[in-house]
């Protein structure tokens, strides 16, 4: 298996619901990363788990909590969304977190989230 | 804080011309560059990684160059057909887990 997979593809909810995304990777990779792309911009990093620790988080809101619950999984719970929020989260993984210049990071296809 | 950019940001060319797409960064001090490739709507396809300490890297129809000390990159696309209309991003890596600090990217179509 070579791929990223992420679910739901879509997803609409309203601002007083509580959802999550989901992806995973069975490539043996122990890096992983949540991004948010914003239509006709490029992504922009979100979070990054290393060896399923918590490494980076770059300043993101509260109402956005991810999980790492094993080497293969990335969640995120979202809860309490504003319309803003609203755009294609995108999940990618890399072997290793701590190899520099090998570091090459897969993507999956990503989940278009829609706030009402 | 690490800004890159890409130029031209939209280009049309006819099938069978080579081409080529920029990046330039401001901060040198990277592990390594990659090139991506997104369809309207999808996520991103891996094209090319190049490391800090190479300058150039080949798969396909694709070559990808770095100058490291003068902040640049390029991906040059040798006879381009239709189904090379995309989106192609630059991002540069950076810092623990190789941070990935994306370009603004260049959209291109290829017509018949």
């Known amino acids: 298996d070579t791929e990223v997979t992420q679910t739901p593809k879509h997803l609409v909810m309203g601002m007083t619901n509580k959802k999550s995304l989901k992806c995973e990777q069975h490539?043996?990779?122990?890096?992983m990363y949540w991004y948010k792309q914003k239509a006709k911009k490029p992504p922009e990093l979100m979070f990054v788990?290393?060896?399923?620790?918590?490494?980076i988080n770059e300043s993101v809101p509260s109402r956005f909590s991810p999980e790492c619950p094993n080497s293969s999984l990335l969640n995120l719970h979202l809860h309490a969304l504003q319309p803003e929020d609203s755009a294609l989260y995108l999940c990618?993984?890399?072997?290793?977190?701590?190899?520099?210049?090998?570091?090459?990071?897969?993507f999956g296809p990503g989940t278009r989230l829609t706030v009402l | 804080k690490q800004e890159v950019t890409q130029i031209p940001a939209a280009l049309s060319v006819p099938e069978g011309e080579n081409l080529v797409l920029n990046c330039s960064f401001t901060?040198?001090?990277?592990?390594?560059l990659q090139w991506f490739r997104q369809d309207p709507g999808k996520g991103l396809t891996s094209l090319l990684l190049?490391?800090?300490?190479?300058r150039e890297q080949t798969s396909g129809r694709l070559n990808a160059s770095l100058d490291k000390s003068s902040g640049r990159s390029t991906l040059y696309i040798a006879a381009s057909q239709p189904g090379d209309s995309a989106t192609y991003l630059c991002?540069?890596?950076?810092?623990?887990?190789?941070?990935?600090?994306f370009g603004t990217g260049t959209r291109l179509q290829v017509t018949l």
């Open positions: 190049i490391q800090s300490s190479q």
């Open positions: 788990y290393s060896y399923e620790k918590l490494s």
């Open positions: 490539m043996g990779h122990r890096a």
């Open positions: 990618a993984s890399s072997l290793r977190p701590d190899s520099g210049a090998y570091n090459e990071q897969f």
């Open positions: 901060d040198s001090a990277i592990y390594n």
């Open positions: 991002a540069v890596g950076t810092g623990t887990a190789s941070k990935l600090t």
